[in-house]
């Protein structure tokens, strides 16, 4: 299901915050009432192996999105007990010890199957019950809500593969840039570089002097 354009779900998530209290965040509420962006990121599994290499990177960028209104979370299936376990696993025993953003303990997956982002497969029964096969753990799947809800990006990523952080970053400078301006990023748009309008002659103009 694409979630672009849309609203984020309006559900409210056990989660755990950096001094490893117990919490509850509703991603569209922590949106639309602080007037924030956010960037949650989802990751299959507690103490695995691409995973700690992804939260630390984002909590070294964290600065970067701090700087441009935009709260990170994380996220998976594992229990806010789990979650507080690998938050004070050091570095080099593969944990996460220094993350500092909240993390979601989507423990029921309610919110990670409005966004079918489980890795699962559907079968059904001769009585047409419905089953489940697979790891029933998340993708990694990493969404950006701007400041009344409305998701602007989302993706997913198969297990092995981790993600690029500054791409993240890229896509919110643009939104940031056509929130402000009205204008459109071609490819490859970074923060300082021409945009364009929406318009014949813009475009034509734009590939004419960058293209060539």
Known sequence: MAFVGKKFPNVSIDAIS?????????IFEE????????????????FTFV?????HAF????????QRNTMVVGASCDTNEV???????????GGIEGVTYPLLADTHRHLSSILDIL???????AEGNESFEGSNVSYRATYLIDETGKVFHESVNDMPLGR????????????????????VCPAN??????????????VAEYLSAHLN
């Open 31 to 46: 949106a639309v009432n602080k007037k924030t962006k956010v960037l949650l990121f989802w990751y299959p599994k507690d």
């Open 189 to 202: 748009w970074e923060e300082g570089a021409v945009a364009m309008s929406a318009d014949r002659q813009s």
């Open 59 to 66: 909590q070294a960028a964290l600065p970067e999105f701090e």
């Open 164 to 183: 690029n952080v500054k791409e993240y970053l890229r896509l919110i400078d643009a939104y940031s840039h056509v929130q402000k301006h009205g204008e």
């Open 18 to 26: 950096e001094m490893g209290d117990d919490m509850k965040i509703n």
């Open 51 to 55: 995973c700690p290499t992804e939260l």
């Open 83 to 93: 979650h507080f376990a690998w938050l004070n696993t050091a570095k080099d025993n």
């Open 119 to 125: 890795d699962q497969e559907v079968n059904y029964d």
